[in-house]
Nanobody, 124 residues
């Protein structure tokens, strides 16, 4: 099983980015995918998750209305569209995979496999 994130960059506040999480070794009908982020000196935070098997998309309050998660099963890839970025969104963003169904979805301990992360920096 492998997860590879991409799409992180340095942007200005108000701009957008789309992160990608390319998965191999499993399919989305049996695994749910979550996005987490970790800023320096802070704990890892669950941002969003998607469950194709349960038809669920979840967002943390901090990103609701600005971020959108989606999947492209033909490419085994999950995306995180991030709009109206704010300096407080600056972090390393990780995607992770967990066998369906999730109990909580934004608790990192639920996830079995992790990518190495991609850096998102938002300047003011």
């Amino acid at each position: 099983v492998q997860l590879v994130e991409s799409g992180g960059d340095l942007v200005q506040a108000g701009e957008s980015l789309r992160l990608s999480c390319a998965a191999s070794g499993f399919t989305f009908d049996t695994y749910d995918i979550g996005w987490f982020r970790q800023a320096p000196g802070r704990e890892r935070e669950g941002v969003s998750y998607i469950s194709e098997s349960d038809h669920i998309k979840f967002y943390a309050d901090s990103v609701k209305g600005r971020f959108a998660i989606s999947s492209e099963m033909a490419k085994n890839t999950v995306y995180l569209q991030m709009n109206d970025l704010k300096p407080e969104d600056t972090a390393v963003y990780f995607c992770a995979a967990a066998r369906s169904p999730l109990d909580n979805g934004v608790r990192s301990s639920e996830y079995e496999f992790w990518g190495h992360g991609t850096q998102v920096t938002v300047s003011s």
